[in-house]
């Protein structure tokens, strides 16, 4: 391709992205499947290392441009960035409506409602649709510069899209981290050791303020826009709402949430849906929003302190509580974990009554050093299990004498008195009893049936404890010789239920290779792992019979789910199950899916390959999804080497990257 033929393409690809971006972040829409999506930014990405010239900084494949910072600069808001007023009750509420309603000499108001996101506000602006610099609140009239940072978050476009782009535009906004994003980054720290996050808001707050924007980039963090500072432009807004949606039709994401609102019973309705809904929704809020729609009105009506007189946040109850420590049990889960649990003295958490909070594992117990007796703050997030975030430990002095006591990690399972063990670098104790523990083998039932596993609906944890205990069922192969005469005799169970349920036994009998897989509760194979192996070996008996070399030969499998797959084929009784369950149970020919089998693995190849050139080996690895790469890095999947491999070899066993031989290269890509 010429210069200019690259240049006019990479326009073409850029507008396109831009636009796919507007669909899927801000309409939530998406218009196009992921790998289309990827396929033209690897294209655009192409374009811009072969004709380095046609990179521009807003280019959507500069996002994490920058070099790390050594200190953020500081910066000053042309306006300041002003707080809100807090309502906790419907009284407080009727007195803004009567403030409000007193200065504007009216009787009634229309409203912009919002929710209220608990993230942190940020400031950004555009100059002439393109994204310049963004900072942190701050003090409320100096922030930080984090635009290195911001221009790593997805949704907020580094230019605006649309008709009548001002010139200049200030769009204000809070960053926040979905719960489940807070989840895995967290589920990471713990693999690492490192410490945990208290909640969404601490985590998107610590992703921002980060020197180095690889860091937040490796961070899902999220962004809604509420209000616009200094502006520029020939669009006049009338009113808060027509302001929202016009930075939406400029390609900036606001709440799905956002409605009009016609008097204050409207914003009770409000407050109390999104309270009921609360629980539902991907973020963490902590109350909703209410603003005077019109904005001369807004004007009219000025500030009172650091506050607006025309909007106030109507708040929730706090989702933290504190409570009492009653006792610590321990709960056996399906792969024998053992997990300390909280009992507490019950506590209104966020609308619910809570009565046991998971300790997670004993490490945590010892970080936090929770004891028996202790009077702690407990958090409920979403529907995500009640924790407990810290102890108040000045309150142990109140204690009587001997009502403080340590928790002691039983030495055998208490559902099965079998051993009791923690392998080397986990953090977690484990049963060793296997299905012959009764909690293990009726988790190991629920995740057999369960929807993603073999789908059979109406087998819940209610009815499992029932089959087992009846001894009706010992493993999960005897669901299948269950009869309607059996279930019908069952506490609770109606003649339609007993019918349902044989149908949905009888359906589930025909599934697919990776539901099997994952339905047998190998410890750490989920769907992915479980649909990777199903597309690299196709049939059952390659998987049962591989060797850990051979499993590590997969992408996403490394030598501890490679050992736990291995001996989990060398247990006799798993055998007998597995053998049970194959009289009853096929799956359909696995489809390939051979163009994206290396999707997001990232290729170095060193050396000299005897049965393929360099190229050929990178178009092959292109073909199957992979990428292929000049450097190693940490975020190299895999370093393939020939004969005299160089540096790359010795950089990828520095840093513990899978090194191939060409033997197993081929093995994997064929
Ligand atoms: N949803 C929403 N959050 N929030 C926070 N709107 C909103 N408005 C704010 C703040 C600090 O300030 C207004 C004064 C623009």
């Avoid at 697919?512 to 990777?532: K, M, N, P, W």
Wanted: with cysteine.
């Amino acid at each position: 391709m010429i210069l200019q033929q690259a240049s006019k393409r990479a326009d073409i690809l850029r507008d396109s992205i831009n636009q796919h971006n507007y669909q899927y972040y801000v309409l939530d829409d998406p218009d196009i499947p992921d790998a289309e999506y990827d396929r033209l930014l690897r294209e655009l990405i192409d374009i811009e290392t072969e004709f380095p010239e046609l990179i521009i900084p807003n280019s959507p494949t500069q996002r994490v441009g920058a070099s790390p910072l050594s200190e953020f600069e500081q910066v000053k808001h042309i306006m300041p960035m002003l707080s809100l007023a807090n309502a906790f009750n419907e009284d407080e509420m009727k007195a803004f409506e009567k403030r409000v309603n007193d200065r504007l000499e009216t009787e009634s108001i229309i409203f912009s409602a919002e929710t209220k996101l608990d993230g942190l506000a940020v400031s950004i602006i555009y100059e002439q649709g393109v994204l310049r610099t963004a900072a942190t609140r701050g003090d409320g009239y100096t922030g930080e510069n984090v635009t290195h940072n911001i221009r790593t978050i997805s949704s907020i476009p580094l230019n605006l899209i649309g008709d009548d782009i001002p010139d200049l535009l200030e769009i204000r906004g809070e960053v926040f981290m979905a719960h489940k994003s807070f989840e895995e980054l967290n589920d990471k720290q713990r693999q690492k050791n490192e410490k945990l996050f208290a909640n969404p808001r601490n985590a998107a707050a610590g992703s921002l303020r980060q020197l180095d924007p690889k860091i937040t980039a490796q961070r899902a963090l999220s962004f809604y826009a509420y209000s616009i500072g200094e502006y520029k432009g020939d669009v006049v807004f009338k009113t808060h709402i027509e302001t929202l949606d016009q930075l939406k039709d400029w390609g900036v994401p606001i709440s799905p949430e956002t409605k009009k609102m016609k008097n204050l019973d409207a914003c009770f309705d409000y407050y109390k849906d999104i309270g009921e809904r609360r629980s539902g929704l991907a973020y963490e809020i902590d109350g909703v929003v209410f603003k005077v729609n019109d904005l001369m009105q807004q004007q009219a009506m000025g500030f009172v302190s650091r506050s607006p007189r025309w909007a106030i946040a109507y708040k929730f109850p706090p989702v933290e509580e504190i409570t009492k420590i009653l006792d610590i049990e321990v709960q056996v889960g399906r792969t024998g974990a053992i997990t300390p649990v909280a009992r507490l003295e019950p506590v209104f958490v966020g609308g619910v009554t809570i009565t046991n909070a998971t300790l997670h594992n004993l490490d945590e117990i010892k970080r936090k050093d929770v004891r028996v007796g202790d009077w702690v703050y407990i958090r409920r997030a979403g529907d995500v299990i009640p924790e407990v975030v810290r102890v108040i430990v000045e309150k142990r002095k109140d204690a009587r004498r001997n009502e403080i006591r340590e928790f002691v990690m039983p030495s055998v399972c208490p559902v099965c008195g079998s051993g009791v063990e923690r392998q080397e670098g986990e953090a977690v104790y484990r049963c060793v009893g296997g299905i012959s523990c009764a909690a293990q083998n009726i988790q190991a039932i629920i995740h057999f049936v369960s929807r993603k596993a073999m789908n059979i609906d109406g087998l819940g944890e209610k009815i499992v404890v029932q089959l087992t205990e009846t001894g009706l069922v010992n493993s999960v192969d005897e669901l299948y010789s269950l009869s309607y005469e059996q279930l019908v005799e069952l506490e609770r169970m109606g003649d339609k239920s007993a019918k349902n349920l044989i149908e949905a036994i009888e359906t589930s009998k025909q599934t697919t290779l990776e539901r099997f897989i994952y339905a047998l509760g190998i410890r750490e194979v989920g769907e992915a792992t479980a649909r990777s192996l199903a597309q690299h070996f196709k049939e059952f008996e390659p998987i049962e019979n591989a060797t850990t070399e051979k499993l590590e030969l997969i992408s996403d499998i490394g030598p501890i789910v490679a050992h736990n797959i291995h001996s989990f084929f060398q247990q006799k009784h798993n055998i007998e199950i597995i053998v049970a369950l194959k009289k009853y149970i096929h799956w359909d020919k696995v489809e390939s899916n051979e163009s994206s089998t290396l999707e997001g693995q990232t290729f170095v190849i060193t050396g000299t390959l005897s049965s393929m050139g360099r190229d050929e080996a990178k178009q092959k690895l292109i073909a199957l999804g992979g990428k292929v790469s000049g450097s190693v890095s940490k975020k190299t999947s895999y370093v393939v080497y020939g004969d005299s491999p160089g540096s790359k070899y010795e950089k990828a066993m520095q840093l513990g990257i899978k090194v191939l031989t060409e033997e197993e290269f081929i093995e994997l890509i064929k």
